[in-house]
């Protein structure tokens, strides 16, 4: 594995992606499967969802080195 030449690309990229899929991070979502443990069959109405959605909105992006 090649060492991270651009860190805040990376970091950027990472808060993005979990923006887009709060699951990633959700203690019940099967890594392997992406199915809920918990049996939530539809993230809309999962309240760990709506939730980890609602507080990610303020996750701010590093800003790019000069």
Known sequence: ???????SETVNQAIRYVKCYPCTICSYENSKTHECRAGVKYRGTCKVYKELQARLCGVKEMEENP
């Open 1 to 7: 594995m090649s060492r991270v030449t651009d860190v």
